[in-house]
């Protein structure tokens, strides 16, 4: 049993630590964007299912003998294919969807070490059923979950902010190595002494009754239990990562509680019980459902807003999972349970992770789920016989009154977030909307960017006022007071990361060139097509499409410095921020193309990140000098209240309006130095 449950919790830890991992590692090679997260799961999902299916297959037609073999021989192949750090050829190169690079990245770097992982838990566990004849493996189902959930714990508090990248890749890399040893030792004593009959043949120990055989509803059920926590999962998950933050924390954090009420129910007789999980689960159906309605206004702080979310997932998953984990089969039907269930995840990780960036408008995955959530729990509940009063009239008209109610707010909601949109639309990094308000015609009309809950930019409509500059780009903002300065001294180049509504073309001057860098090419089209500052700009415009790391890199490779006068940093998606953009690496790429007395101005406005010490670090290591820039909101030029940091060479320093306007920055925080190899976003969570 030791030896099972040792080899169990190795793959479980190295199975869901590589995720994390990995994910960290390629996240700057595609703009940071909370969907590279998603789109990771998405793979894990699909290659767990792909184990599972490969265990079953195994364990049903192949003898003991040719089990054990053919895992060896898969083993020694997967530990020739490490180690796990990719190419960087995977770079990509433009702006379009990734969502199938990415998978392809993935295949090809962690693909077979995370395959062999997926399949040990189903194997084993068959193993050690046929071993040990009549013994039920489903608590080392639960330790292997309670090795997952540990690996998740603690990579942001013990591996992510002590190892760089290459570190953390190279010890699971080592890692994997010793576990395909203990793998291949313990397929070896599980196939000693075996005969030639497979597990399913093998029969149950004398005496014992088994289980009825699974009917077509079971299965059905089996299917959607973890399809239905994997679409919460991911839609949760993708909900904080697109309005805070796309780090390990926000990844980990939903993870682990999924993974956590498996272990719940799942070990022994299971912790879950009906009464009270029914009752806790309309409170939380009823609580999200309302925080995703006011947290579209982005007004819930991040202090209720995380634990709601987590404590509501975490219902949502011990109710699923406990009726799944009472709908466990006989160790005969194994195979046939991991199966299904993995089928489960990977149709859940689809649907978020594929159908609904490429084929909705708008975020709607977490109210939808809700809805579905309620209507399939009273489904389960009506099929077992042993709840009478469910399946009475009574019970069934509560139940589908209930769902429906909950299907008209969530339905309000959905109104309420496409009413006065001229256009809604959604890609891999996110959903935009555009709306107007105002009188039409009147001076104070305007026309609005939304980026998740965040204004990404707005504009009047009347032809005497849309040339202001407006929202975080004011005359008196950062970023206004730096262009202001320096077009003194007569033409000036400017650089922008984050084109938004181009709000910083409205500077722009005969004789001014303004280069964009933008990754989102949907951003460009609605710039183009519904907001004036592109066209009315004075000066010469540019856009680069793709990352602006990667662009910035190849334009230095091709011999062609900027020479920015001044260079503005704000590609944040909703309140996440991309990361790779504020590290020491890219604060010595924007150097290069700024001129030797450039301005780089970064907007750091956030609701809850303080990126204050981390810039302040950065300037201090590179040896330039920082002045911090916060501004009032003024609602007669619809200006919003912003914070900008303004970095330069102490060789020219700050002058003029730019020295008088801002204050030294002195966060009053230390924080490890952020590198391409490191950056802990948990530490400064406000």
């Not at 990352?547 to 230095?556: F, G, K, Y």
Request: net charge neutral; proline share 5%; with cysteine.
């Amino acid at each position: 049993m030791i030896l099972y449950a040792l080899t169990i919790l190795v793959s479980a830890f190295l199975l869901f630590q590589v995720q994390p991992v990995i994910a960290k590692i390629i996240l700057p090679w595609f703009g940071g964007s909370a969907a590279v997260w998603t789109t990771c799961l998405l793979f894990f999902q699909m290659v767990l299912l792909l184990g599972y299916l490969y265990s079953h297959a195994a364990i049903r037609y192949l003898k003991p003998r040719a089990q054990m073999l053919l895992h060896a021989v898969l083993l020694a192949t997967g530990v020739a294919a490490l180690p796990i750090y990719p190419n960087v050829s995977w770079k990509p190169v433009g702006g379009s969807d990734p969502t199938m690079q990415i998978l392809g990245l993935l295949a090809v770097t962690v693909g077979l070490p995370y395959f062999l992982l997926s399949t040990t838990g189903p194997l084993l566990q068959a193993w050690y059923a046929r071993r040990y004849q009549g013994a039920m493996p489903y608590r080392l189902y639960a330790l292997s979950n309670a090795g997952s959930m540990l690996a998740l714990i603690t990579y942001p508090v013990l591996f992510e902010p002590a190892f760089t990248t290459h570190q953390q890749s190279s010890m699971w890399s080592w890692s994997f190595g010793v576990f395909a040893a203990l793998c291949a030792f313990t397929a070896l004593v599980s196939g000693r002494g075996q005969g030639g009959e497979t597990t399913e043949a093998a029969g149950l120990a004398a005496g014992g009754q088994a289980k009825a055989c699974p009917t077509a509803k079971t299965y059905v059920m089996w299917l959607l239990l973890p399809a239905m926590t994997s679409v919460m999962l991911l839609a949760i998950t993708n909900h904080l990562s697109q309005n805070v933050a796309a780090i390990p924390f926000l990844w980990v954090l939903p993870l682990t509680i999924y993974l956590l009420t498996f272990i719940l129910c799942f070990e022994g007789e299971g912790w879950y019980r009906r009464n009270p999980y029914l009752q806790l689960l309309a409170v939380a159906l009823g609580s999200v459902t309302y925080a995703v309605s006011i947290d579209m206004t982005g007004s819930v702080p991040i202090k209720i807003m995380l634990p709601l979310f987590a404590m509501g997932l975490y219902t949502f998953c011990m109710v699923c999972h406990g009726e799944l984990a009472r709908l466990k089969p006989d160790p005969k039907y194994l195979t046939h349970f991991y199966l299904t269930m993995a089928a489960g995840g990977a149709l859940g990780g689809l649907l978020v992770g594929f159908m609904a960036p490429h084929f909705l408008n708008a975020l709607y995955e977490v109210p939808v789920s809700l809805v579905a959530c309620a209507a399939l729990v009273s489904y389960v509940l009506r099929q077992d016989a042993e709840l009478k009063w469910i399946r009475r009239w009574p019970g069934v008209v509560v139940s589908v009154a209930l769902t429906l109610t909950l299907a008209g707010f969530v339905g309000w909601q959905i109104k309420q977030m496409v009413s006065g949109s001229r256009v809604l639309v959604r890609n891999f990094y996110g959903g935009l909307k555009v709306r107007d308000t105002g009188a039409p015609g009147s001076l104070w009309a305007t026309r609005t960017l939304t980026n998740g809950t965040i204004n990404h930019g707005e504009e009047y409509l009347h032809i005497a006022r849309r040339d202001l500059a407006t929202t975080y780009y004011g005359p008196n903002t950062g970023i206004g007071i730096a262009i202001r300065e320096k077009q003194k001294a007569g033409a000036v180049r400017i650089g922008v990361i984050g084109l938004g509504t181009g709000t910083t073309a409205a500077y722009g001057r005969l004789g001014d060139y303004i280069r964009y860098y933008e990754i989102n090419p949907l951003v460009l089209e609605l710039a183009k097509k519904e907001f004036f500052f592109l066209a009315d700009c004075k000066g010469k415009l540019d856009v680069a499409m793709g990352d602006a790391r990667l662009s910035l890199e190849r334009e230095l490779q091709e011999g062609h410095a900027q020479n920015f006068d001044v260079l503005a940093v704000d590609a944040f998606s909703s309140d996440s921020i991309p990361v790779h953009l504020l590290t020491k690496e890219a604060m010595e790429l924007y150097f290069r193309h700024l001129r030797p007395d450039g301005i780089l101005a970064v907007h750091i406005s956030n609701r809850y990140l303080n990126l204050q010490p981390v810039l302040e670090g950065e300037a201090n290591a590179t040896q330039k000098i920082a002045r911090l820039v916060d501004t009032e909101e003024d609602d007669t030029q619809d200006v919003f209240g912003a914070t900008w940091v303004l970095i330069t060479s102490p060789a020219t320093g700050f002058t003029g309006e730019t020295l008088s306007s801002s204050t030294v920055l002195d966060s009053k925080r230390t924080v490890r130095l952020w590198t391409d190899e490191y950056s802990n976003l948990f530490q400064i969570l406000k």
